[in-house]
């Protein structure tokens, strides 16, 4: 069974930054693509960032979002700068199964997610 635990959520103003934390347990971490989802009020869950080897971001936060790991601690990081009010969603990590990296479908062990909100 793999748990996985976001934190680093919180209200931050436009422009501001925050770092997403996402602690995994129960799986051998390092072999794990792991992805990072947010989903706003009445839309769907929507792609943001993924990592196996190397990071790979949706073109809305390219640039300004970072994905990142630390095998030692079975963490991975999602490091936000320049937020816009537009970023403000509940973000969610998840561990790839394999298949296509943006799609939700190839997912599992969903954490419970942290909340992002950003004022203008």
């Known amino acids: 069974q793999v748990q996985l635990v976001e934190s680093g959520g919180g209200l931050v103003q436009s422009g501001g930054s925050l770092r997403l934390s996402c602690a995994a347990s129960g799986r051998t971490f390092s072999s794990s693509a792991m992805g990072w989802f947010r989903q706003a009020p009445g839309k769907e869950r929507e792609f943001v960032a993924f990592i196996n080897w190397s990071g790979y971001y949706a073109d809305s936060v390219k640039g300004r979002f970072t994905i990142s790991r630390d095998n030692a601690k079975n963490t991975v990081y999602l490091q936000m700068n320049s937020l816009k009010p537009e970023d403000t969603a509940v973000y969610y990590c998840?561990?790839?199964?394999?298949?296509?990296?943006?799609?939700?479908?190839?997912?599992?062990?969903w954490g419970q997610g942290t909340q992002v909100t950003v004022s203008s």
């Open positions: 998840a561990a790839f199964t394999g298949g296509i990296y943006y799609n939700t479908n190839n997912y599992a062990y």
